[in-house]
Nanobody
Framework: QVHLVESGGGVVQPGGSLRLSCSAS????????MNWYRQAPGKQRDLVAS???????AYTDSVRDRFTISRDNPRRTTTLQMNNLEPEDTALYYC?????????WGKGTLVTVSS
């Protein structure tokens, strides 16, 4: 059974940093693309960052140069380092992957950026 568990959310002031982690089980982690999505209140869930099997990364424009996605295959974790956070980054952040044709999601971790 596939499980994705996010951690690391919290409340931070504008300009601050947070590091989100996603721990995966039930999949061959080194064979999957890992994604981070976020959903702000009243808005749709949007893709924030992705990392491929080979370690190539992609970001949505609004977080490029501020966020960094990485993966640790032996530990089966992916992290999202978020720097210079803005109030607009406030959202529930979800870890996501696809395995055997199915979409899997964690329950999310809440990030609140507020002064």
């Amino acid at each position: 059974q596939v499980h994705l568990v996010e951690s690391g959310g919290g409340v931070v002031q504008p300009g601050g940093s947070l590091r989100l982690s996603c721990s995966a089980s039930g999949i061959n982690f080194k064979l999957v693309v890992m994604n981070w999505y976020r959903q702000a209140p009243g808005k749709q869930r949007d893709l924030v960052a992705s990392i491929t099997v080979s370690g190539n990364t992609a970001y949505t424009d609004s977080v490029r140069d501020r966020f960094t996605i990485s993966r640790d295959n032996p530990r089966r974790t992916t992290t999202l380092q978020m720097n210079n956070l803005e109030p607009e980054d406030t959202a529930l952040y979800y870890c996501n992957t696809q395995w055997h044709g199915q979409d899997f999601w964690g329950k999310g971790t809440l990030v609140t950026v507020s002064s």
